[in-house]
């Protein structure tokens, strides 16, 4: 018996990182999952992965930066597993530059992405989640970027507080039909995200990833003021959303989670 029998789950932006664990948690816990991101290869092997570690799960790919791939995206739970339950709204992305030296393109990117995105995908999920006695789950993922600031990220923590803001409108909203409405900050978590970005890959024309000395600085900090001590693992991260998946965590709506081991309070 898993905990999450019978659900069905969207996550986006989970080919890989936080949001590949979290599929996985979701899918060892019995839930149907739909996989998504922009790229296809990490899409298809996550669900092998998933397949092979005994679960059920699809992939739909989709730009969330698009409504109407978000609707796709919806559509996708809806015909693969009958309904949908829980959405997850992972995907992310960063572009950083000092305020006064970022493009429109830097700005824009990220607040598609990561702001416009997460809208479209709650707008595309209102058809099916805005019903009686629904009951299921929006989980958000913010970053303590959002709640604290940082150099360098000035588009970045503008999309991660709005996340918050959009998280607590939507749970009022949303109240009436049992859903609950949370958002998740993260720290420092060991993705591609916080790579060294010399040695990282490319995505949306740019390598992604953090300079090195950014990337020792933030090593130093996990390891000096969080209750392991190190990064987050992306497993670590999966396990604080899946908690806000749960059934016990029927009347937990509108908080923000702060999910830094520590770092963050
Ligand atoms: N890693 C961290 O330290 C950290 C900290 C705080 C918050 N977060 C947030 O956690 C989330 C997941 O980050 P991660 O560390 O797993 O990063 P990641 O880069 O490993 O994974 C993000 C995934 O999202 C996909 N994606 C990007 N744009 C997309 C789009 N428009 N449509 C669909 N998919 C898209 C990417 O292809 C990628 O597979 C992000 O929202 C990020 O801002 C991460």
Redesign the pocket.
């Known amino acids: 018996m898993g905990t999450l029998d019978g659900k069905v789950a969207v996550i986006?932006?989970?080919?890989?990182?936080?949001?590949?664990e979290t599929a996985r948690i979701f899918a060892r816990e019995g839930a149907s999952v739909v996989i998504?991101?922009?790229?296809e290869a990490?899409a298809a092997e996550a669900v092998k992965d998933l397949e092979a570690e005994g679960g059920t799960a699809a992939y739909c790919v989709?730009?969330?930066?698009q409504l109407e791939?978000a609707k796709k995206l919806m559509k996708t739970a809806v015909d693969e597993f009958g309904k949908l339950d829980i959405l997850v709204n992972?995907?992310?992305?960063?572009r950083d530059t000092l305020a006064g030296r970022m493009s429109e393109e830097q700005w824009q990117l990220v607040i598609?992405?990561?702001l416009t995105?997460t809208f479209n995908c709650i707008r595309a999920a209102s058809k099916y989640m805005m019903k009686k006695s629904h009951g299921g789950r929006v989980i958000n993922?913010?970053?303590?970027?959002g709640l604290a600031g940082n150099m360098g990220q000035i588009n970045?923590a503008a999309s991660?507080a709005g996340i918050i803001g959009m998280t607590k409108t939507l749970a009022r909203e949303w109240m009436r039909y049992g859903v609950t409405v949370n958002a998740v900050?993260?720290?420092?978590?060991?993705?591609?995200?916080?790579a060294v970005k010399d040695a990282s890959e490319e995505?949306?024309g740019e390598k992604?990833g953090i300079p090195e000395k950014a990337r020792e600085g933030m090593v130093e900090r996990m390891e000096t003021q969080t209750i392991f001590g190190g990064?987050?693992t992306?497993e670590q991260?999966a396990q604080c959303i899946y908690l806000l998946a749960l059934d016990e965590a029927s009347y937990i709506t509108g908080n923000v989670l702060n999910a830094t081991g520590g770092l963050y309070m």
Do not use: H, L
Request: no cysteine.
């Open positions: 986006t932006g989970s080919g890989r990182g936080i949001g590949k998504n991101d922009v790229d990490v989709a730009d969330i930066r791939e992972n995907a992310g992305i960063a598609d992405i990561n995105g993922i913010s970053s303590v970027v970045y991660k900050a993260f720290g420092g978590v060991d993705t591609r995200f916080t995505a949306f992604i990064m987050t992306p991260a």
